[in-house]
């Protein structure tokens, strides 16, 4: 097992931390045992945000008087500075805490600084000075963000997208955090789901001394999967290597990453989620993604004005309503063959 150094920041924890964004789907009794479960496993770094609609709370009923034992890290994406002081307020209340260890603007789409105008850099060091942070942070989405917020010397952690499937860009912007000392935690380290071979996910990431990944978990058998890396870490082998090179070869070029920038959509249609389907259906097949809900989320699609809003917003510059419209059709093919299957007795999916 390794330990990760979060650059000026000092943290320093096992190599697998918990993203708690996925115990928002769960019920508390459910959330706070994994989350104890984990700590118990190793773990000792979590990361909720302001906007996980119930997560902080569980995080909070999970490590209630053992606040000294792990560290936290949220978010807020307030965009004012009432709001900010709103969002720290309302999360130091759920977290059980007075302080939080690393408070990260969410999901930025600009590197607030300070005399910017907004006043939200000031409101974090105010924040840290009066001792209810400790660390500023941020995540972003758009590279060229990333890139800058880095070279700002102004934040003391980054959370950025890394996976098997980056490229060489984001491989050079983790190289960037630690040559600037800054702490580089990844986010999506399955790409949303598009990984399936977590041992692959978890050699990749070995590579990068500096990175700190955040598996977002939501069931049992996840999170003993992850602990069992804690002490048997999957090695870079030639076997894995060429895997990870087939899937780039597969994956390459216009594939959704489910970032959700390019919301909301003029007419309703679930860009993040629509835009992905077929790699999902294929990817990890599910019955859920059959569901009656599911088949009409993706007949919105028929309704796409093709106004280009969304693509406006894709930091992936994606030609999303052509991407939509190519997993549309692959979506009614799979639904098709599902049917059939049902039809002659096979049960791999439940069609309705």
Known sequence: MRNITLGTTGITVPQNAFGALPCQRVSQEEAVHLLRRAYEGGMRFFDTARGYTDSE????????GMR????????????TPEKFWADLETSLKNLRTDYIDIYQFHMVDQCWRPGDGSGMYECMLEAKAKGLIRHIGATAHKIGVAE????SGLYETLQFPFSYLSGEREQKL???????????????????GLINRSDAAMA?????????PIWGIQRENELDEWLSYMEETPEMTEEIRTYIESEKAELAGNFCRGCGYCSPCTVGISVKDCARMSLMVRRAPSQGWLSPHWQEEMAKINDCI????????CPYELPIPKLLRKNLADYEAVLTEAKKAAEAGVTRYNVE
């Open 57 to 64: 709370g569980k995080v909070g009923e999970a490590f209630d």
């Open 68 to 79: 000294d034992k792990v560290f936290i890290a949220t978010k807020t994406m307030a965009k």
């Open 148 to 151: 800058e917020l880095v070279e």
């Open 174 to 192: 983790v190289a960037s955090c630690k040559e600037h000392n800054m702490g580089f935690i990844c986010m999506k380290g399955l790409a949303g």
């Open 204 to 212: 990749f990431m070995t590579q990068f001394d500096n990175a700190l």
């Open 306 to 313: 093709e106004c280009g809003v969304c693509m406006t917003r």
